[in-house]
């Protein structure tokens, strides 16, 4: 048997729930793995073995007992640090939350936990989710398993490079702009930003309201489907949840791994098209090859045209500001987290002023800025609001084009991991990183991607688009496309060099 | 012309309550300045007669009962707080002295 960090989740699972292996086994596995290789990585900004392995002795119990908990009961999992976990530090990866003990469980945690998973521990992000290499975290950067120099996306670049690095078989991620998908793009991992309102929003610390959605993080589609089972569904603790069934993504999964998609009729957009000489030549070439290999499989090409995308990234770029502005104002230095400059002579709104001076950091505070701009009086018709109206018409492109085809296909980001302190200067630079998938989280529709290919020996991701409660069909695309490598791509990173820091993990956290 | 000013960037962070070092005044003016300038091609979009999306899911108002629920255990919350006294958040004085 392969050693147990190289088995995915789905593999498992089974190992536990027929005997072969326990939780326990699994569990320490991964915590060993996150011991000897997260000094280097630094995906986590927290690991509780305890916790984790007091879960997978439940589990373990359970199972000799002859109990069957569900499908992925037993395989451990990492969380960001954007979803708040009942007695587990939850920071949002910043300052102004260091040291915060969220009280109660999200909705997505409670049933982590109700599936009997156990929670290796939070995992590092860009500061509340704004940024798209995790350098924005306040407390240190992730680096990418594949190349350590580069960037491991973001905002979930912690959770990717966990995944990536073999140092959990799953994790969760949210997706507002590409958080899920642009990570998993260039970590040569699988991630899926669900259906908007599929999956509770209750616990996760606001960014921007319309457009947040966790998902998961893993190795391949199947993976992806099952951890998507677990956490999706009604919750009428979030007011925009939908009230419908899960769509049926672990069979679609395994449909799609039949490698056979005659009859499906996937879009290309025209307008993205006619972009990519603006995309990294390698990124073009790898999607392009991923195009061809689903034509092989039966699918048919079908040019779409979506004329509002080319809006899409300033659309966003008003929308999710102008609601994190709103958002962010709870951290006020009064109910939790930090507070600056009390000291008797500032009043309370100075010690506001001064807490959240100290506590965000130059992301999160341009962000705060330009959304107070796009808000304020004599502006809002010109920019919020009209970003309003130009979102209407992206959502009116989506649902046209899927009159036409079953689902969209696109290079995932426009370039490969860049090397860090490549794009920090210039913020509107690492915009363009969720060029292609702003789109789908303003529409509201889901979207995944898949390791397609490399590009100078970086992995590259195709998505998969589609419609709302479509989420089945974005998962038969991926798996299917899986089908085509001989190897999983997230089976061929290079191996971390083990430089066994076992201090700076133990020190974590505390 | 820049689309925003420096000074037109302290005055959001004021609004935002959001104290900010000259530095980064220096910083954000430009790099908003460049955001910004990108989003005017928004203009450029023929709305007419559009109706604004809000969220991506239309959803008319969600109800429920009306129904006591206990809440978080008083201590648990204020644990979290950064200075509490009598079972309460703690505050710095709200009004300045000649208010």
Redo the contacts between chains.
């Keep these: 048997m392969s050693r147990i960090i190289d088995r995915t989740a789905a593999e498992l699972a089974a190992d536990i729930r027929e005997g072969r292996l326990t939780s326990v086994e699994v569990t320490t596995a991964f915590l060993d793995r996150i011991a000897a290789v997260d000094g280097t990585v630094k995906a986590f900004l927290h690991v509780d073995r305890e916790g984790a392995l007091a879960t997978a002795a439940e589990v373990d119990a359970a199972v000799a007992a002859g109990q069957d908990l569900g499908p992925l009961a037993g395989v451990p999992i990492a969380v960001k640090d954007v979803v708040v976990t009942k007695g587990l530090p939850t920071t949002a990866a910043s300052k102004i939350l260091e040291g915060?003990?969220?009280?109660?469980d999200a909705t997505i945690t409670e049933r982590i936990k109700a599936a009997k998973m156990p929670i290796l521990g939070k995992t590092n992000m860009d500061e509340f989710a704004m940024g798209s290499s995790t350098e924005y975290s306040a407390f240190f950067k992730t680096v990418n398993p594949w190349d350590t120099g580069r960037i491991p996306g973001g905002s979930g670049g912690g959770s990717a490079a966990a995944v990536a690095a073999k140092m959990a078989p799953l994790a969760i991620g949210t997706d507002t702009g590409g958080s899920i998908r642009q990570p998993g793009a260039v970590t040569g991992t699988f991630g899926a930003k669900p259906?908007?309102?599929s999956n509770s929003r209750y616990g996760l610390i606001a960014f921007s309201s319309?457009?947040d959605t966790p998902g998961p993080v893993s190795r391949n589609a199947l993976d992806g489907a099952l951890l998507h089972e677990v956490i999706s569904g009604y919750d009428?603790r979030d007011?925009?949840a939908?009230d419908a069934p899960v769509p049926p993504v672990v069979e679609a999964a395994k449909t799609g791994a039949n490698g056979d998609l005659s009859g499906l009729k996937l879009g290309v957009v025209k307008e993205f098209e006619s972009s990519y000489d603006k995309a990294e030549p390698g990124v073009v070439e790898a999607y392009r090859a991923g195009v061809e290999q689903l034509v092989k499989l039966g699918a048919e090409i079908v040019e779409v045209s979506c004329p509002?995308f080319t809006?899409a990234?300033?659309?966003y770029?008003?929308i999710a500001p102008s609601e994190a502005?709103s958002n962010l104002?709870r951290y006020?230095?009064?109910?939790?987290?930090?507070?600056a400059g009390?000291d008797?002579q500032?009043?309370?709104?100075?010690?506001?002023?001064?807490t959240?001076?100290a506590g965000?950091g130059?992301e999160v505070?341009?962000r705060?800025?330009?959304g107070?701009?796009a808000l304020?009086a004599g502006y809002v018709d010109?920019?919020y609001?009209?970003?309003?109206?130009?979102?209407?018409?992206i959502?009116q492109d989506f649902e046209k084009a899927f009159e036409q085809v079953d689902a969209i296909i696109s290079p995932t980001t426009p370039f490969i991991a860049f090397k860090f302190g490549e794009r920090t200067g210039?913020?509107?630079q690492m915009?363009l990183a969720d060029l292609y998938t702003i789109p789908t989280?303003?529409?509201?529709g889901p979207g995944v991607s898949v390791p397609v290919g490399l590009s100078e020996g970086m992995p590259v991701g195709l998505q998969v688009m589609g419609p709302?409660m479509g989420d089945d069909i974005t998962y038969r695309v991926a798996a299917a496309l899986e089908s085509t490598q001989d190897t999983l791509l997230a089976d061929t990173a290079p191996e971390i060099s083990a430089n066994l820091r076992l201090t700076a993990f133990d020190e974590k956290g505390k | 012309m820049s689309t925003i000013s420096r000074e037109e960037v302290a005055h959001l962070a004021r609004l935002a309550r959001l104290e900010v070092t000259d530095d980064e005044l220096d910083a954000f003016a430009g790099q908003l300045d460049v955001i910004l300038e990108s989003m005017k091609t928004l203009a450029e979009v023929n709305t007419d007669g559009v109706q604004p999306t809000s969220h991506a899911v239309p959803l008319v108002n969600v109800f429920r009962e009306d129904q006591p629920q206990p809440s978080l255990p008083r201590e648990d919350v204020l644990a979290g707080g950064p200075d509490t006294a009598e079972d309460r958040f703690r505050v710095p004085r709200i009004l300045d002295e000649e208010a």
Excluded at chain 1, 332 to 339: A, K
Excluded at chain 1, 385 to 393: D, E, I, P, W, Y
Aim: proline share 8%; charged share 20%.
């Design positions: 915060w003990i969220p009280p109660y259906t908007y309102g319309s457009l009428p007011s925009t939908i509002s809006y990234l300033p659309t770029y008003l502005s104002a006020d230095g009064v109910r939790y987290g930090l507070r009390d008797g500032h009043s309370l709104e100075e010690v506001m002023s001064l959240r001076e965000f130059p505070k341009r705060i800025i330009l107070t701009y304020s010109a920019f609001g009209k970003a309003q109206l130009v979102r209407t018409l959502k210039d913020p509107y915009y989280n303003l529409y509201g709302v």
